[in-house]
Structure formats: structure tokens, C-alpha cells
């Protein structure tokens, strides 16, 4: 359902609110994440956030809406969708095992750069000389963060590349639901999926868990999860142009989250190139919501 256009003043803060706390939530779990790196593989990560979340998210779906919205007519394009899913989130937690958060963090916000890219060729979009400029900006900021040809330069970055772009085409794909397709049931089979995918490396690699881990893989299912759903819901309260730009406080939660836990400082190379890769997001956005004004 098309959301109207006036809003109340109390809306825009709470969908602030609500998307800021969404980002908390995601860079929380990123965080645990990259606390389990140290003992268990990435797909065994992710093979286990996703086998703790789908049943929440199936709860979720059975007590608010029924369990007719546990089914759907897109199935194929959800199994294909979360084989994206599971290569970028593999291709994120091992970035976290060698990268610094906020580093990591900040390449993935390269997102929007690749969705803009990408929606010429498999949406058929128009995109105007303003938002490829935008574009060619936020490639500039991923270069003066990963440093090719550098002594300081470690393929390792280009992880958190390849997760945005995995992203972006996650993303993209949504387009080609119907729009009366749930949230949640959208959720449910972009964890699912990934789950099922993941499992026969994860058992081939699996490393016993230690009881005491067990409440970190639960935190990341329900941090993950929430943090979707919140992001999600921010965007179905406020134009895009309003929520999407405050995705961004993800890069002051990983960077303090980063020194906390691990004593990382980012060096000015990531710092600046995060500034650029932030403003190039911004422009794409102002002017994705200007063209669809």
C-alpha cells in the first residue's frame, strides 16, 4: 500500500528514530560476529544466526498476520535471492576476521553505489549524469579506503566489497516481488534460504560450540533480525530521502563499538574515504527521491 504524502510531526522522528535504533541493532551483530570469528567459521556463523532466526521470524509471522503469510508465489526468486544472501554475508564475516569494524563497515556502504550501477542493466532505469557522478565519487571514497597498490593494502577489503554488491543485487531483486508480498514472509525466506544453502559447508567445517557461545549466536538471530525489520519499517514510515541518509550512524556505532571492544582507531584513509562513500550515498539518494518525486 502507497504511503500518503502528509505526514504527521511526529512521524518523521519516530521513523528517525526507528531506523537509527534498526542500525544499532545491525552493527550490534556485526560486532558479536566478529567476537566469533575467533573460534568458528563464517558460513558456521551464519548457518547458525540463521537457523536461531528463522523460527523467531516464523513466530512473529503465525502470531501478528497467520499462517497464510508463510507462504508465497516467488519462491524461486526467494531461493535465488538468498543464495546472494549467503555469499555476502560469508564474504562480510570473513572481513571481519582481518578488518577493523568501522573499516569493514564503511566499504559496505558502497551499496547504494552498485544498486544505482546495476539499475540500468537490470531494471532498465534511467540514471542522469548527476547520480553517475555520484557514483564515480563513491568509487574514488572505496579506492582511498582499500588503497590498491599500497604496502597498506590487503585483499581482505575486498570482502566487504563484494558484500555490498551482493547487496545491492539482493535489493534490486526486491523489485521484482509483488509489492503485496509481507515484510516479514520476505524476511523469513532471506534467512531461510541462506540456512539451508550454508548448511553443507557449515557441518564439513564445524567447530563443537561452547555453551558459553551459544547466547552470542543466539544475540546475533535476534540483533539481525531486529535490525532488518526496524530498517524495514522506517522506510514504510518516512520517504527514503528522509530514513536513508541516517543509515549512516551505522559508521559512528562500528567505529565506537570498534575502539570498546578491540582498540581500533580508523586510520584518516578511512576516515575520509567513509566521508566520501557517505556523501555519494546521500547525492544518490536526494536525487533517487527528487526523479520519483
Known sequence: MQRPTIM???????????????????????????????????????????????????????????AERLRTGHMRLHALRGLVMVAGAT?????????????????????????????????????????????????????????????????????????????????ISARWIDRKENLWTMMLFAMLFPALYAAPVAFAVWSPVQLADLGLFIAIAVCGSLGLALIGQAFRMAPAAIVAPFDYTALIWATGLGWLIWGDIPVFGTILGAAIIVASGIIIILREARSSA
Open 91 to 171: 564474504f562480510y564475516f570473513t572481513a571481519l576476521i582481518y578488518l577493523p569494524l568501522a573499516e569493514a563497515t564503511a566499504l559496505v556502504f558502497s551499496a547504494p553505489i552498485f544498486i544505482t550501477a546495476l539499475s540500468v542493466p537490470l531494471l532498465g532505469e534511467h540514471v542522469g549524469w548527476r547520480r553517475w557522478g555520484a557514483v564515480l565519487l563513491g568509487f574514488i571514497g572505496v579506492l582511498v579506503i582499500v588503497r590498491p597498490g599500497s604496502a597498506a593494502f590487503q585483499l581482505a577489503a575486498l570482502l566487504p566489497v563484494g558484500t555490498a554488491l551482493c547487496y545491492a543485487v539482493f535489493m
Open 8 to 66: 504527521t510531526t511526529r512521524e518523521v522522528p519516530l521513523a528517525i528514530l526507528t531506523i537509527c535504533a534498526g542500525v544499532a541493532f545491525l552493527v550490534a551483530n556485526d560486532a558479536v560476529a566478529k567476537v566469533l570469528t575467533d573460534r568458528y567459521a563464517p558460513v558456521q556463523i551464519v548457518f547458525l544466526r540463521n537457523l536461531f532466526a528463522v523460527p523467531m521470524i516464523a513466530a512473529v509471522i503465525l502470531a501478528v498476520y497467520g
